[in-house]
């Protein structure tokens, strides 16, 4: 009978009827976002105005409508949870990254994210120099084409911060960052970078802080959840390098964060000893401390989960938003004679917040 | 389906059936057809089978697609905008996810009102209802443009109406018929934290509430700033609800001196017993070798307090130094602050700068703000002679000792009325007498007088005037010494005539 009765047809009729079917079939395909949005809309995480916080979308008034005063929007803090489930009670995250140099594979694992990214935003402190400027040009490009992107990858915002660097000597030579004499000046211009970044974006709806560092470029997808699950304050994954080994002629990978430890008596000892303004770091030769490095604890073989308690935290680490508003953020001054990351892991335990670290569970770092 | 039916041979037929009879309008050639009363051969069966059977593939394909994608959304083609969300909601062009700032832009400067600074003002709040009304007629007079004055609340462990009403103010204020009056973004944080302590102003100023009090008000102040802090804010202002009298230009003044952090000298006004005044704010002050030599005798956890005798730290206080004929521009260094009225540069803030709720080189909340400030090398100022004036609350012993001052008043009144009323029987009874004693003394004295004038006008010139003024104006002085000399009583001014 179809084939009978279509010749019957019209071939008009027929045109007719494949536009519409086409029509509909495109209707059907791109209207897919309308099972995101409404869930958007339950986290309240749209503001009406632009004075609203950077951690939240906000709709563009129409150029034609007068502007009214700003509203007067509560916040109800209390209902903010932070859980070991955060997907299901809809935890927002706000991912911070400091950025001088942009690494294409940064990006992309970002974008690998399992986690709802309508409910992560991001935000970017960059600096006023020729290099921050590239940096800049290129993550503009990303997040553009990102935020235009299917609608399931876009995140709920983007903040991008700029702001000139306070130290001249912040050279990004590998040479010249390791010196002794220079860390503490490039770590305090760091650290007043994150404060900078972390209290202008953090805002009243934000849950978690997951703070990313621009040079970690390998993670599991699943990064958010896997360290959130531990429903610990502070957590910190372990952060190796991957390299090419000369000698077994094979990709390896080898321990790289150096500020994620236990704390030890000879380094009690030796900060007893320094003046008021002497900072103790890791990894030099002419001041050992003799602290357990979490970068050593790695086990292949060992349980995957195991948490260790730690005394100071790298630039890689998920926190509780409530750790941060307390007042626990990175010292741009010697604190107990720790500086920046280690010093906020200082800061947070004079708050009662403990840290934690996973030797075994590697997240990885560029290879300069 | 299209173009099974294209590649049919149907269509010539039509074309050729209608071109005969429409021969006069040669462009509509064959696009209609209604009836083609046409021989129409059938194809043969092995290639109408194998049509049909493509046809039903493809309608099963497609049928299972359109299920497939139905119920797995997240992996359906993406292709473009759906044309009717143009139409439906607009959320798609509408919502910006996307913000830029350039912090150089907001590091505060002397003249902010001229650059469109944008000031975050901080209150936080608890039980303070009653002094809302207060609090929002200082608000609507402030000098500086309203738009560029962003508003943030903490309502935290009330136990009064201070959420509703502050609600409702804050709706009256931005429901103002003059735009200018509108304020910038408004937001109100809800978030108890438990806190213990009373808020009356006996518990509130024990010594021994004073540390755990202060780290939890510090934890309150850092959640309200990390709350409400933006990146277009180029100052941050800490002002108390129940500051009673302030300069409408107070945020002007402070800002004028273009300092990193600055606060006012902050007095209370007392009832007359108590001396009138009083310096309120004991948290403005500068460091003392006794005070640091203290320090380090204390324990890690340790707060120091100012004001109580329990730490003596010899501090030069901010409020003592009050002159209140001083220049109001007189700056001091300090290196403690006190929280009544904070203006400092957002980049203190948002380079760390915080309340700590943990004992900080021996203090919390914003005595260890001004010290912290300081570690991080910025200037830190207070005015001496630049004075806002905080509410009288009366305390315990002042209610219970006001109350003994109503008492003995209202005796003393009491005690009064009675002596007056004596006294009008005895004036009722003896008053005649003393208004004839005056009466006749005035006359006695106007006849001395002229007598005297008279005798002096005869023996003196005219060129000895002056002098003669002289002795007249001398004249009245020594009869009132005279009088004073007979007695209160006597008194001639204050009595009326009778």
Not at chain 1, 152 to 172: C, G, H, M, W, Y
Not at chain 1, 283 to 309: C, E, H, N, Q, S
Not at chain 1, 324 to 349: N, Q, V
Not at chain 2, 437 to 465: T, Y
């Amino acid at each position: 009978m179809p084939p009978r009765s279509l010749r019957r047809q019209n071939p008009i009729t027929l045109l007719l009827a494949a536009i519409l079917c086409i029509g509909f079939i495109i209707f059907f395909f791109s209207n897919g976002e309308s099972s995101v949005s409404p869930a958007q809309g339950k986290t309240g995480g749209t503001a009406s105005n632009v004075l609203s916080p950077p951690s939240l979308p906000f709709r563009k008034s129409k150029s034609n409508e007068a502007a009214g005063p700003p509203p007067v929007v509560h916040y109800h803090m209390n209902k903010l949870t932070t859980s070991r489930t955060p997907i299901e009670n809809r935890e927002t995250v706000l991912i911070l990254t400091p950025l001088a140099r942009f690494y294409q594979e940064y990006w992309d694992s970002l974008l690998k994210l399992s986690y709802p990214h309508e409910l992560i935003s991001l935000g970017f402190i960059i600096p006023k120099t020729k290099e921050g400027n590239q940096a800049y040009a290129q993550l503009q490009a990303q997040v553009k084409k990102t935020q235009s992107g299917p609608k399931n990858k876009r995140f709920a915002s983007v903040t991008i911060l700029r702001q000139d660097t306070e130290s001249p000597l912040v050279s990004q030579d590998e040479q010249e960052r390791h010196k002794l004499e220079i860390q503490k000046v490039r770590r305090a211009a760091m650290a007043k970078a994150r404060n900078s970044l972390l209290f202008t974006t953090i805002g009243p709806t934000t849950s978690w802080i997951l703070w990313l560092d621009a040079d970690i470029v390998e993670y599991p997808p699943s990064l958010i959840q896997d360290l959130a699950a531990y429903n610990v304050p502070i957590i910190a994954p372990n952060v190796f390098q991957r390299y090419y080994d000369t000698e077994k002629k094979a990709m390896d990978i080898r321990p790289y964060d150096l500020n994620n430890w236990i704390d030890s008596a000879t380094a009690k000892e030796l900060a007893a000893k320094m003046g008021k303004d002497d900072i103790l770091v890791e990894g030099y030769k002419d001041l050992p401390t003799y602290r357990t490095l979490m970068v050593y604890m790695y086990d292949p073989t060992a349980d995957p989960g195991t948490k260790v308690k730690l005394d100071g935290v790298g630039g890689t680490f998920l926190v509780k938003a409530e750790v941060h508003r307390d007042g626990a953020m990175f010292p741009a001054f010697p604190f107990y004679h720790l500086i920046e990351t280690e010093g906020f892991a200082k800061m947070a335990s004079r708050l009662n917040w403990e840290s934690w670290g996973l030797p075994n569970y590697l997240v990885y770092h560029y290879n300069e | 389906m299209l173009p099974l039916h294209a590649s049919s041979p149907k269509g010539k037929m039509h074309r050729h059936a209608y071109s005969s009879g429409h021969a006069a309008y040669p462009s509509m050639s064959g696009t209609f057809s209604i009836q083609p009363h046409t021989f129409q051969p059938r194809s043969p069966p092995s290639l109408r089978f194998r049509r049909q059977l493509i046809q039903r593939l493809l309608l099963a394909g497609s049928l299972f697609f359109l299920c497939f994608f139905y119920f797995v959304p997240d992996l359906r083609p993406n292709l473009g905008f759906s044309p009717l969300s143009l139409f439906t909601s607009n959320e798609d062009t509408q919502l910006e996810t996307v913000r830029y700032y350039d912090l150089n832009n907001v590091q505060g400067t002397a003249r902010g009102w001229e650059r469109e600074e944008r000031i975050l003002l901080c209150a936080p709040l608890r039980d303070a209802a009653p002094h809302l009304d207060m609090f929002f007629s200082h608000l609507k007079n402030l000098t500086y443009p309203h738009n560029l004055i962003d508003l943030a609340f903490l309502v935290g462990d009330s136990k009064d109406n201070t959420l509703t009403k502050l609600s409702d103010k804050l709706a009256e204020l931005q429901a103002d018929p003059d735009p200018r009056q509108h304020f910038g973004e408004i937001s109100i944080m809800e978030k108890d934290f438990g806190q213990k302590v009373n808020q009356d102003v006996e518990s509130r100023h024990g010594f021994a509430a004073q540390a755990g009090r202060r780290k939890s008000m510090a934890q309150a102040r850092n959640w309200l700033l990390s709350a409400a802090l933006r990146p277009t804010h180029s100052w941050v202002y800490w002002r108390d609800v129940d500051v009673e009298t302030a300069p409408t230009t107070i945020l002007e003044d402070l800002m004028r001196h273009n300092k990193d952090v600055i606060v006012p000298n902050v007095w209370r006004p007392l009832p007359d017993w108590l001396g009138g005044e009083q310096p309120y704010d004991l948290n403005s002050w500068q460091e003392s070798d006794t005070a640091l030599a203290l320090a380090d005798t204390l324990d890690e956890d340790a707060v120091i307090v100012e004001g109580y005798a329990e730490y003596a730290t010899w501090r030069p206080h901010l409020a003592y130094l009050r002159d209140p004929y001083g220049d109001p521009d007189m700056e001091m260094e300090i290196d403690g602050v006190g929280g009544v009225s904070i203006l400092a540069k957002a980049r203190v803030f948002r380079s760390g700068v915080h309340f700590p709720a943990f004992s900080f080189e021996k203090h919390a909340e914003t005595e260890g703000f001004g010290k912290m400030a300081k570690r991080m090398k910025f200037s830190v100022v207070g005015l001496p002679h630049y004075t806002i004036w905080h509410l009288y609350e009366p305390s315990v012993d002042d209610i219970r000792h006001m109350e003994e001052m109503e008492k003995e008043r209202k005796a003393k009144e009491k005690e009064e009325q009675a002596k007056k009323e004596r006294e009008e029987k005895l004036k009722d009874t003896f008053d005649s007498k003393s208004g004839d004693w005056e009466k006749e003394k005035a006359a006695v004295q106007d006849m001395v007088r002229k007598a005297k004038e008279e005798s002096k006008e005869k023996e003196k010139p005219a060129a000895e005037l002056t002098k003669n003024e002289a002795q007249a104006a001398v004249q009245p002085n020594k009869d009132q010494k005279i009088q004073e000399a007979r007695g209160e009583d006597e008194k001639p001014k204050p009595q009326p005539a009778q």
